[in-house]
């Protein structure tokens, strides 16, 4: 779908305001909630950037609902992001990696009109080191009636439904990518003016390099069209380069941008891959096909999965287009593992 056209320097604000002027009948609910999550990435980008004389660097002493060590930026961008949601009616729901169950919001959380999914720090294991983190999000408009207690069923549900999808990444820069209405826009973050501005408009992602992302410390584990796919890369004619980060969304945007391919694929001791579809692979897999590229789980398209449980997990792959399919192409010949 195409946009209006907005100049460079447009504010994520008027972007959103405009944009959804052009919906029959809308009424600001949805404008309240981007910015309530516009207001989160602004605090956990400030808190990011310094982090070390914060005091925020290392961990709490506890472990999430995925038995990981949470760290202390974890729980505050957590905290961050459901405190910005929650006085202004407008997501009735949030499901969170850092939250066991679901979040029910405030005393109105019966009037919320949006379900929102989120890692409110993808890639903490980068915190410490000053390398790039991100929040991811997904949104969903509620299946349930208004007015009443939303239910389970209102998120788990395939990742075709969202109604738009967007990360903040804090990395050299802040930059906030929002999909919706099929076109996937970049906003930075400037910090002396405390805004973000359209600066990577109707972003595509380029078909014609080849980059691959993978952990190939799990090489041993990979099964049979992983490994092809792989040397298939590592060979001289295909031109590829490598890179990995380790921060999911960090290693996303920069693929998004330059082109190519992310994996994490399942083993026979994590059947299930580690990511999560909810608030990983789901608004990632609904990001990148806005913008002309691809996901699947190595059998099937991501968004159309229906997660069985709010912490789901689920292999992933997802880039430009040709090379998604041809790594699907390949490990769908694989066994089930699950
Ligand atoms: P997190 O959400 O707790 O940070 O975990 C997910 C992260 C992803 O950002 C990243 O792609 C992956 O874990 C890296 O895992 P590994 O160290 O196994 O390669
Ligand atoms: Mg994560």
Request: glycine share 10%.
């Amino acid at each position: 779908m195409s946009q209006p056209q907005f100049e460079e320097g447009t504010t994520l604000d008027r972007f959103i305001l405009e944009s959804r002027m052009a919906h029959p009948g809308a009424t600001g609910v949805y404008v309240n909630l981007i910015k309530g999550i516009e207001l989160a990435g602004k605090m956990i980008s400030s808190r990011v950037n310094k982090a070390g004389l914060a005091g925020m660097l290392g961990a709490v002493g506890n472990v999430n609902v995925q038995g990981e060590e949470q760290q202390k930026l974890d729980v505050y961008a957590n905290n961050v992001f459901i405190s910005s949601l929650e006085h202004r009616g407008a997501a009735c729901m949030i499901v969170s990696e850092e939250s066991d169950g679901v979040v029910r919001v405030g005393e109105q959380w019966h009037s919320g009109r949006y379900v929102v999914t989120v890692d409110p720090l993808d890639g903490s294991s980068n915190i410490d080191v000053n390398a790039t983190i991100g929040t991811i999000f997904g949104i969903y408009r509620r299946l349930s009636e208004e007015g009443t207690p939303a239910q389970d069923s209102d998120v788990l549900r395939p990742g075709y439904e969202m109604v738009s999808a967007g990360y903040i990444i804090y990395g050299a820069g802040t930059m906030l990518v929002l999909a919706s209405d099929g076109v996937v826009n970049g906003f930075t973050l400037d910090p002396a003016v405390g805004e973000f501005f359209l600066s990577h408009p109707d972003i595509q992602v380029p078909n014609d390099k080849v980059m691959y992302s993978i952990n190939d410390a799990y090489a041993q584990a990979w099964q049979p069209g992983v490994k092809s796919f792989i040397e298939e890369m590592q060979k001289p004619e295909r031109k590829a380069s490598a890179r990995y980060i380790g921060s999911l969304v960090a290693d996303f945007h920069r693929n998004l941008l330059k082109g190519g391919v992310f994996l994490y694929p399942a083993t026979a001791k994590n059947p299930e891959g580690k990511l999560r579809l909810l608030y990983e692979a789901f608004p990632l897999g609904y990001i990148i096909e806005a913008a002309g590229g691809a996901a699947t789980n190595g059998r099937k398209r991501i968004l159309d999965l229906t997660p069985d449980a709010l912490h789901a997990r689920t292999p992933l792959v997802i880039g430009s287009k040709a090379l998604v399919a041809e790594a699907t192409e390949l490990m769908s010949q694989d066994p089930a593992l699950a």
